[in-house]
Structure formats: structure tokens, C-alpha cells
């Protein structure tokens, strides 16, 4: 009898909870799926809403492992830049052809403070290793072999010399936000936050509440940002960093000493409608320095926060009414 029971009220119930399922589905016109992954030596949090929002998160998750392992790894060995830097080149810029327009344009308004050829440099630190600050002999030996200017794409061919390593690290977040956005363009998803370590994509029609780590304790936030849809991107000195004899050494290194960058500045967050341009000027404006930095966001129409040591918080026009302090140690400078 009971078991006769659970047949009848089973069904029942399924019948009950798949129609408000499907209500739900119809109301909402799709599924809300947040879905966590590691890639990009990073945290990825992928969040869709809209029709099919399941199997785009998947598409997502490919999207960016293939990013990572076909084209932008400098471990992975069947990488295109692993190739490129075993081979010192001597393959075709073609699909990055744009995103190499962006390196080169920023390394040169830069002037050289950004600089995506430090892949040995940041190799001789041991960041993702085994940290530890070189010999000042070493560095001086690295660095000559280093630099910008000494990579050439001609005729789509790109060619460098021996010893040079490409480091598409301040890149390759931004990159694949692009990337994400132009494939949920060509999708029914209306809305997504698709976030890769410290860069950000807001995607869809509404505004959105965006945190800047604190960076005493970066699982909490210094102060929020109400934007519409872009992309963020901050870079800090706390998110990788060793310490030696009581000093702190981090991942953003200065292309002219060969050492941390050391110009007061903690974090910079960029917001742009452009991925890549967002993850390259965090960087590029955490090496260029509080003044430099802020007027290369503004020559880019980009928003830009600096945090500098003491807790002053530089901010640009546009985005001081969208700021919101939450740390109240953090004081924003007029
Ligand atoms: P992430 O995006 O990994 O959180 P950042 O945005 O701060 O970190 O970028 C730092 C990365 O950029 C480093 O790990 C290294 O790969 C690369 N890099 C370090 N110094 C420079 C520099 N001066 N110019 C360009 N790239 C750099
Ligand atoms: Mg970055």
C-alpha cells in the first residue's frame, strides 16, 4: 500500500516541481548557472543567465582552457607562445595580430614601463616557483636580453632574438574576456559576470555592483563600483609576492631596474569597454606611476582607481559618483 502510495505522490510531486521548473525557465526566459573552474593560474567564477545558459557556461569553460593551453601558456608545451619562444618566433602574428597591435601600442605610450617581453625576468624571480630575489648580476644579464623593441612582425612573420621570452601575462585575462564577450554576442544570454582572477566582464543590459580587493585582506572589499557593462581590471602587489630579509617583493617588475616596481602604488583597477585594453593598463599604469598612470586612462577613455601606501585612493572623473568607499581607512584624495 505505501509503496503504491509513493508511486502516485512521486509522479505528482515530479509533475509539480518540473512545472515550476519550466515556469520559472519561461519566466526568466533561461537559467541562472554559476559554475567555478581553475584556469589561467587563477580563480574563474562564470556566472550566465539567459536561454541555453548551461551550455554556454561549458562553451565558456572550453573557451578558456583552450585560450590558455593552445595559445597563451608559457608552460604548456603545445602552446603557440611556448612555441614562439622555443623558436624565437618565426611564426605568423595572424589571429593575435590585434591583440599584438594593443602590446605594442601600450609598451610604446609607456615608454617601455610596460613590456611584454620579461617572460625570463619574471623566470630569474621564480614567481610561481620558488620565489627569491636573484643575483643583481643575473638580473643586469637577463634584462639586456629582454625589451620590447627588439621583436619585429613583418609580413605577419613575428621574430626575435635568443634569449627574449614572451610574457602575455598582464595580457591574456583581457584577452579572453574579449574573446567570452564576442562568443556571448553571438548567443540568446542576456546577462553574465564572467570573472578571471582579477579582471572582470559585465555583460548585459543593467548595472552591476563590482568589489576592489582590499589589499590587507583581498577576500574583502576596499570599496564597490556601479557600472554598466565593461570590463575591470586591477592589478596589486599583494596578489603575488614573496618576502626576503623583511621586504616584500612582487610580480610587476620595472623593464629599466630589473626589480619590483617600488613607486608607491598598491593596486590600480581600469575599467574599459575593451578586456585586453583593461588587463594591459593595470598594469601599465601600476608600472608608469600615479600621474603617468592616470593620464594614460584618460588618454584611453578608461576609468581608473589607484590605491597608493598611506590608503589614498586616486579616482577619475568618470567614475566618482559610481565609487563607493566600504573601508573607511581608505581615503579618496580630491
Ligand atoms: P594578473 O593579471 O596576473 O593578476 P597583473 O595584471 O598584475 O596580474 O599582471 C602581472 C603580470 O604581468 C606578471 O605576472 C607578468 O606576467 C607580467 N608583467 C610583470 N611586469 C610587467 C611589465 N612591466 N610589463 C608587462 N607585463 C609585466
Ligand atoms: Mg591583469
Not at 252 to 274: A, F, H, K, M, R
Request: include cysteine; glycine fraction near 10%.
Amino acid at each position: 500500500m505505501q509503496a503504491d502510495m509513493k508511486k502516485f505522490i512521486l509522479p505528482v510531486c515530479g509533475a509539480l516541481i518540473l512545472g515550476v521548473v519550466i515556469f520559472a525557465v519561461v519566466f526568466f526566459g533561461g537559467s541562472d548557472v554559476s559554475k567555478d573552474i581553475f584556469a589561467m593560474d587563477t580563480y574563474v567564477n562564470i556566472r550566465v543567465k539567459g536561454r541555453n545558459a548551461q551550455k554556454s557556461a561549458d562553451i565558456i569553460e572550453t573557451l578558456v582552457n583552450n585560450l590558455d593551453k593552445d595559445v597563451l601558456s608559457r608552460q604548456s608545451k603545445d602552446s603557440y607562445i611556448y612555441q614562439l619562444n622555443s623558436e624565437n618566433g618565426g611564426k605568423s602574428a595572424k589571429n593575435m595580430s590585434a591583440y599584438f597591435g594593443m602590446l605594442f601600442e601600450i609598451a610604446q605610450k609607456s615608454n617601455g614601463k610596460f613590456d611584454f617581453t620579461l617572460g625570463a625576468l619574471s623566470d630569474l624571480w621564480g614567481f610561481g616557483k620558488n620565489p627569491a630575489v636573484p643575483d643583481k648580476k643575473e638580473i643586469e644579464t637577463v634584462l639586456s636580453k629582454c625589451g620590447w623593441e627588439k621583436v619585429t612582425i613583418e609580413h605577419q612573420q613575428i621574430s626575435f632574438p635568443e634569449g627574449l621570452k614572451l610574457d602575455l601575462g598582464a595580457a591574456g585575462k583581457g584577452i579572453a574576456l574579449d574573446e567570452i564577450k564576442t562568443y556571448l554576442e553571438s548567443t540568446k544570454i542576456r546577462e553574465a559576470v564572467i570573472s578571471l582572477g582579477g579582471s572582470i566582464l559585465l555583460y548585459g543590459k543593467r548595472d552591476y555592483t563590482v568589489g576592489i580587493a582590499n589589499p590587507e585582506n583581498s577576500s574583502t572589499n576596499f570599496a564597490v563600483l556601479t557600472l554598466p557593462a565593461s570590463c575591470v581590471s586591477t592589478s596589486g602587489n599583494y596578489e603575488r609576492f614573496f618576502e626576503e630579509d623583511g621586504k616584500r617583493y612582487h610580480h610587476i617588475l620595472d623593464p629599466e631596474t630589473g626589480y619590483p616596481v617600488d613607486n608607491g602604488i598598491v593596486s590600480v583597477t581600469v575599467v574599459s569597454q575593451n578586456g585586453t585594453f583593461s588587463d594591459i593598463l593595470s598594469t601599465a599604469c601600476f608600472a608608469m606611476g600615479l600621474e603617468d598612470g592616470m593620464a594614460l586612462a584618460k588618454e584611453y577613455n578608461c576609468g581608473i582607481v589607484v590605491i597608493t601606501e598611506g590608503k589614498k585612493v586616486y579616482v577619475s572623473d568618470d567614475l566618482k559618483d559610481s565609487i563607493e568607499i566600504r573601508d573607511g581607512s581608505y581615503t579618496i584624495v580630491e
